[in-house]
């Protein structure tokens, strides 16, 4: 009983373990070919894998780098879901500017993968849906975000949440893609203060 369970454990183990080379070495290409120029078969060499082994996990770039992105996202993720909860309009103010400087800092950190996700989102209506998936999450997010504040007396309450919460996303996106492309002049900071001035001395009446 015990040598198929194990047997499995070892299988899923090697399996997990092709994926992540497939991943990292799709990563490294990416970053230095960009998407377009980028090819299944150089990740897949890279990776050091066999052609139908790779297959068995993704059937393509485009998946590769829609994972890729899941991954690179899920940290932006973290920061879109702090707790949330002001009790002021003040302390909503720090806690709003807070969260879009973290934003736009980790479009910094991040800056080689988000540009070949740039790139991707631009060259491969895969990549583009999966975009749009991960711009609604977080466009939902800050709709919970700003109902709570509408809940609790800090917000004004004759705007529509989701509304509002889709014309502060793009406003950070548009942002965030300027700093990916390195076109800005202003520092993070700069950025986040301004965009936050705007934001919740119309919100926060």
Known sequence: MDMPSDHMTTRKLRSLQTREKLLAAGRDIFIEYGFQKTTISQIIKKANTGYGTAYVHFKGKDEILIQLMEEVM???????????RPESRQEAYQMIEKQAGLFLEMANEERPMMQVIEEAIRL????????????????????QDIAYSQKNGLART??????????????????????????????????????????????YQ
């Not at 899920?74 to 949330?84: D, H, T, W």
Request: charged fraction near 25%; glycine fraction near 6%.
């Open 74 to 84: 899920g940290r932006f993720y973290e920061i879109a879901e702090l707790p949330f």
């Open 124 to 143: 491969s209506e895969d990549v583009n849906r999966k975009w749009k998936e991960i711009r609604e999450r977080f466009i939902n997010q800050i709709a």
């Open 158 to 203: 004759d705007v529509d949440n989701y509304l509002v919460a889709r014309g502060w996303f793009f406003a950070n996106e548009m942002y965030l893609w300027e700093i990916v492309k390195n076109e800005l002049g202003f520092t993070v900071h700069q950025i986040a203060h301004n965009l936050t001035a705007i934001y919740t001395g119309g919100l």
